[in-house]
């Protein structure tokens, strides 16, 4: 059956780094598009980045355009979130998406000084 | 990135029916199909409903969905308590190349 497995949240200082991986199974990777989208605590769902099933075309909201990127790597059926000089704002719960369909459980980060 | 808009609240007794609303514009709703999600407390959104109206295996006939023009809704009949959480619309939108979601509706089985 389809899974994505986040990883790669933690505790991160102000102006810090974090890469997060989604890892799927259960379906032809290479014919999917992705998400990335982020719960706040206690708030709603935010879209955050957008790939291309063929990697060709990336988007990114405004929030974090310029020190996010999304990027997937075909022979691991991996889709990564790297992220950069993240913010107090940024705290929140990621989710990996397939598509509009499969969500992952999430995983948790946490920008604190 | 405005939200789609949704009613922060709705609620219902068992057996009922409940709609819920979504409205956006031409560049999101009104040119792209519309998915619902249901988010049960502390868990993952699930999906209801994908393009306007078409239910994934598994959920069941007493779930709708449906669009018109700019707006989309979301009904559910023969309410049980197992409904209650939170509810969110989504489409991508041309203008700034964006998936939006509505703000969520929390459901309360009364």
């Known amino acids: 059956q389809v899974q994505l497995v986040e990883s790669g949240g933690g505790v991160v200082q102000p102006g810090g780094s974090l890469r997060l991986s989604c890892a799927t199974s259960g379906f032809n990777f290479t014919n999917y598009a992705f998400h990335w989208v982020r719960q706040a605590p206690g708030k709603g769902l935010q879209w955050v980045t957008f790939i291309r099933h063929d990697g060709t075309d990336k988007y990114y909201a405004d929030s974090v355009k310029g020190r996010f990127t999304i990027s997937k790597d075909n022979s691991k059926n991996t889709i990564y979130l790297q992220m950069s000089s993240l913010r107090v704002e940024d705290t929140a719960l990621y989710y990996c998406a397939k598509g509009d369909s499969d969500w992952g459980q999430g995983t948790l980060v946490t920008v604190s000084s | 990135q405005s939200a789609l808009a949704q009613p922060p609240s709705a609620s219902g007794t068992p057996g009922q029916r409940v709609t819920i609303s979504c409205s956006g514009s031409t560049s999101n709703i009104g040119t792209h199909p519309v998915s619902w999600y249901f988010q049960p407390p502390g868990t993952a959104p699930k999906l209801l409903i994908y393009n306007n109206n078409q239910r994934p295996s598994g959920v069941p006939d007493r779930i709708s969905g449906s669009k018109s023009g700019t707006s989309a809704s979301l009904g559910i009949s023969g309410l049980r308590s197992e409904d209650e959480g939170d509810y969110y619309c989504?489409?991508?939108?041309?203008?700034?190349?964006?998936?939006?979601f509505g703000g969520g509706t929390k459901l309360t089985v009364l």
């Open positions: 989504a489409a991508w939108d041309n203008g700034p190349n964006a998936w939006m």
